[in-house]
């Protein structure tokens, strides 16, 4: 009895149990963007905040303990209330680590991955945090040389920290192919890489070499991962081009430091214009993104692209966009190829949420694109919910954005004898059916005749299989709404449209190569 109570009161254990929970607390804390969720189940203290606090207060706890425990002069880790107390630590301190491992479990890699940015975000203050205790605690632990070994680590760590923030360590590189995205008005040249920089451009047209950057009246722009820049149509067509990047280590207002840079390979960049063209669709790949290239492997050779929004659960960091669209695109058109976008729900979430479609190249992310005999009507039909959801956390205003789209469409005029409309959301304006129907009724005046969705992860047509559907499929006849597979589960599911004079061919397989649909259906 005895030995089981001292086991408790020993340094090593309450240093193990503060490292566990400071842990613990860590990576709780990086899944805050889904706080929201626990919030009803936890009506104490402000919920998960007040959780948080909690976890916070057992840190101080454990600190406390093992504080009196090295530099009391008297043993009170000997009475039994520092053993209650320790007993509490410990319980707590377990259950925490199960509980955190079941968050990690069931919140899948999509939320994990970007719990792993919050807590990148919080490593600095985690660092610290840990530097402190060991000066606090440890430094006037030790004895003789351990001290001074103590100590010389630490100054050996802050000095490492400190050069790595003059001089990162991390050499500097493209991230993928570039994404070529088609503006409506231009096309927007957007590549990524691993740290911030400047971003160019390289070409020749009509015999000139052409540098063109990424700037802002007329300054080069040097603050971001991604690079867009905007090169008009001609200069681009049947043409080659390399993208290429400086690194920017910091900026003053009398010169700055600049690190390597580096270029790309050339490419040789194709758009279809002609009477066949195809065009690989990929929607709701939610980080997933070897399952989505392997689908869109199956289907063979395509001209262009269309993303159909939802790359990750959010947009919290300029990270994801980086690594799931732009990178991810630039990979499927092997910056040969354009690409057309329309915005999913998931992309309207997040603090980089604003920063999107100025790093993108848009100006605002509804637009048409003509090609040859075919024009896309895109769309941004924005979130799926009311405004007033907490999901969005007092944040959005998409009403007021899909009234301006819908007064925006109802001047659109559009020559092209075949017309295709992009929507992430098929209803387009989900939470307000009036404002929907304003828009498909504009469809019909255009000639709208296929719409192109995605946002449930089912590949088929719609057909009726609600009230909603079937009251859609009454007033449009006309009009054939398909909706694209992208992940569910275990499986991802990529189309791939073929449009001719005769009609669209509509093919689908998921990553291990079955196929899920191939129907042809005329103009």
Known sequence: ????????????TLAVLLFLMTCGASIYHAFREVWVFYDPNLVFLG????????????????????????NAKTPLYQKRGFRILALIALILTVLVCLSVIAICVFSGPETNRVMLLYLKKDLPVILAFCAAVLLLIAVPACKGKGRHLLAGALAVCMAGAALWQIFPLLPYRILSDPLVLDTGEDYAVVF????????????????QDCTVYAQRSGRRIGDRMIHSIR??????????YAVGSTRVLEEYSYG????????????AFRAPEGETQTYLVVSDWHSYLRQAETAAKQLGAYDAVLLMGDPTAGMDF?????????????????????????RGNHETRGAFTDELPDYLGFDQLYYTVERGPYAFLVLDSGEDKPDDHVEYGGMTDYQRSREEMAAWLAGVQITAPHVLALSHVWQVSEPKPELSRAIWDDFLRLGVRFEISGHTHACRFLDGASEEEQAYLDAYPSITTYLDGGHSGKTYVASRLTLSPDGVRFEAADQNGTRVMDRTLPW
């Open 231 to 240: 090169v008009p149509y001609e200069h681009l067509k049947n043409n080659s």
């Open 1 to 12: 009895m005895k030995e089981k109570k001292s086991f408790l009161t020993r340094i090593p």
């Open 192 to 207: 990524a890489t691993n740290a911030k920089g400047t971003g160019f451009v390289e070409y020749s047209f009509e015999g």
């Open 256 to 267: 700055s430091r600049l690190g390597k840079t580096v270029k790309s390979d050339r490419y």
């Open 318 to 342: 300029e990270e994801e966009a980086a690594e799931n669209l732009v990178a991810f695109g630039g990979r499927l058109t092997g910056g040969t190829m354009p690409a057309i976008y329309a």
């Open 47 to 70: 919920g998960a905040v007040g959780l948080f606090l909690v976890l916070l207060a057992v840190i101080a706890l454990l600190l406390a303990l093992l504080w009196l425990r090295l």
